[in-house]
């Protein structure tokens, strides 16, 4: 009766993809099965920042026939391309600590409703697969490019490895979606931010080329948050630095100002005539308050004379009378 039940599962699945009902199917190898659950389970799964994993929602699940074979109906995928997952969980926590770190017991696919895939019976537990999926199959490309980097040593280069990542993800990749995946590979190296502030203009271009296209906005949400902090850091950044660069601007404006000041008012004030030799003789004697007449006859001059020189020695010296001499000496 089971070996009938499974046929008929078998048998819906080939004439539903006949018919056009595009769904997940296939095999799952397992190896001591009373360890394992019959039941695969079916995720959605988010893309975050600054975490290696990704969350995942569960959406469905299906039992095993005992040849190992499964199926989702494509009701259960939308229109627009988003990432899944695939996974067959132990029987018990204990055996989960066991068979985690020695089984791959999960499979990540990018599919839509429109397209199928079908997983063939292997030696692994999820085996090989064949999709029409074209931005899963650009998926296992850059799977079989990361794979070099899966085992980090000691001599692990950061720089070559965002050099070389971001160019394979700029270059070589053409679906948007993997070049997302492709990038939150930098981000889960702690990468992304560094190049983000060094390449603004790029991220910010492919953040908008994924908002012109079909793709779920919740997929690239974490990108989007990311840059947008980010920015805001380039902002902040530049209007401190812009304060700076304002305030030493001032100070150096104001310091022309007042040297100009200075040279206005220094090219304004005329420039002192020195005293003739009797004019210096009159002034000292004038200090030692000699009067006019005494100077003359001091000097041997007339009063006239001496007169004459005490008024060119006010003008040299810009002042008005004895006072003043008195207390410009």
């Known amino acids: 009766m089971r070996k009938k039940n499974s046929l008929l599962i078998i048998l ?14 296939g095999y799952i190898h397992i190896e001591h099965s009373e360890k394992w659950e019959q039941q695969v389970y079916l995720s959605q799964i988010e893309l975050e920042e600054n975490t290696n994993t990704y969350h995942t929602t569960t959406i469905a699940s299906t039992p095993l026939t005992e040849e190992g074979f499964f199926a989702f109906d494509q009701d259960l995928f939308t229109s627009k391309e988003r990432i899944y997952k695939i996974q067959l969980n132990p029987i018990s ?13 999960f499979q990540l ?13 292997g030696e692994t537990m999820f085996g090989k697969y064949t999709t029409s999926n074209s931005a899963d199959l650009e998926w296992q490309k850059l799977k079989k490019f990361e794979a070099k980097y899966e085992n ?8 070559q490895y965002l050099i070389e990542t971001k160019g394979y993800v700029k270059d070589s990749l053409q679906i948007l979606l993997v070049k997302l995946i492709g990038i939150k590979k930098l981000d889960d190296q702690n990468l992304l931010e560094k190049d983000a502030k060094a390449n603004p203009e790029y991220y910010l271009s492919f953040l908008k080329e994924l908002k012109s296209s079909e793709l779920d906005p919740s997929t690239y949400a974490y990108l ?28 150096v404006i104001v310091v022309l100002v007042l040297i100009a000041i200075k040279l206005w008012k220094k090219s304004k004030t005329p420039k002192a005539i020195p005293l003739s030799k009797q004019e210096k003789a009159i002034k000292n004697l004038i200090i030692s308050g000699k009067s006019n007449k005494e100077i003359a006859n001091e000097l041997f001059i007339s009063l006239s004379t001496v007169k004459t020189h005490i008024t060119n020695i006010y ?9 003043d001499l008195l207390l410009k000496k």
């Open 109 to 121: 696919f990018i599919l839509s409703k429109k397209d199928t895939i079908h997983f063939t019976k």
């Open 224 to 251: 989007e948050n990311k840059l947008n902090f980010i920015t805001r850091e380039i902002v902040n950044h530049k209007y401190k630095v812009s304060l700076w660069v304002n305030g030493i601007a001032f100070l």
């Open 315 to 323: 003008s040299k010296l810009n002042i008005s009378s004895r006072q």
């Open 152 to 159: 980090l040593t000691d001599d692990f280069d950061p720089k």
């Open 93 to 105: 926590a204990e055996e989960k600590n066991k068979l985690s770190n020695k089984i791959k017991n």
């Open 12 to 25: 819906l699945f080939f004439f539903s993809s006949i018919f056009g009902q595009n769904c997940v199917s």
